[in-house]
């Protein structure tokens, strides 16, 4: 059945706040394959919270461990990865992710990430100083500029086809 694939090896895009985490651990449970949250994985290896990882090595410092803990899943067989809202567009990250599994941009409107965010800023580097309408403003000009990323992704899932459905269907193609 669809619920015991061999081989499924998901990754989860799409900008902060659209539920990533989320959907990794629903379809860790529906489809018993192992979840893993990128950021939380980069945060074990550095042995500092993203935020941190920010402050003191800065951004582009977190985009290559990012990228760095990213290519460990080529070795595993079975994953379902929350990424981070940026893993898409740094590192020729897209690329790689596409080549090595099915890539999955989970895709809200920007006012239900404004929503969403602005009570989970502060452990959020790029937001955390940002008040609602600068929230707003931010989350939009990032989409746009990140969608030609998330646009390379194999399926996208927004609106109503957001559903537990959707993605059995997508897994039920990728034996
Ligand atoms: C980021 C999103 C975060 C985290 C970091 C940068 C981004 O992940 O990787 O704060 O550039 O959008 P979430 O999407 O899980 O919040």
């Known amino acids: 059945t669809a619920d015991t694939k061999v081989g499924t090896k998901i990754f989860l895009i799409g900008m902060m706040g659209a539920g990533k985490s989320f959907w990794a651990e629903k ?3 529906r489809f018993k394959v192992p979840a893993y949250d990128l950021d939380s994985l980069v945060e074990m290896m550095e042995e500092k919270s993203i935020k941190e990882i920010f402050e003191e090595d800065g951004e582009e410092y977190f985009r290559k461990a990012e990228a ?3 290519r460990l899943f ?3 067989k079975q994953f379902i990865v929350s990424c981070g809202g940026g893993t ?3 590192n020729d990250n ?3 992710m596409n080549k090595h599994g ?3 941009w989970i895709d809200e409107p920007v006012e239900v990430l404004s929503e969403r965010l602005s009570k989970e800023k502060s452990h959020r580097p790029l937001i955390k100083d940002l008040d609602d309408e600068a929230l707003n403003n931010f989350l939009s000009s990032k989409l746009e500029e990140r969608a030609t990323f998330y646009d ?3 399926y996208r899932l927004s609106g ?3 559903s537990e459905t959707a993605f059995s269907k997508i897994l039920a193609g990728h034996a």
């Open 68 to 70: 760095k803990m990213l």
């Open 160 to 162: 109503d086809k957001l």
């Open 74 to 76: 080529s070795e595993k």
């Open 102 to 104: 099915i890539t999955i």
């Open 152 to 154: 390379q992704s194999a």
């Open 94 to 96: 897209m690329k790689w």
């Open 27 to 29: 379809l860790k449970k």
């Open 88 to 90: 898409a567009c740094y």
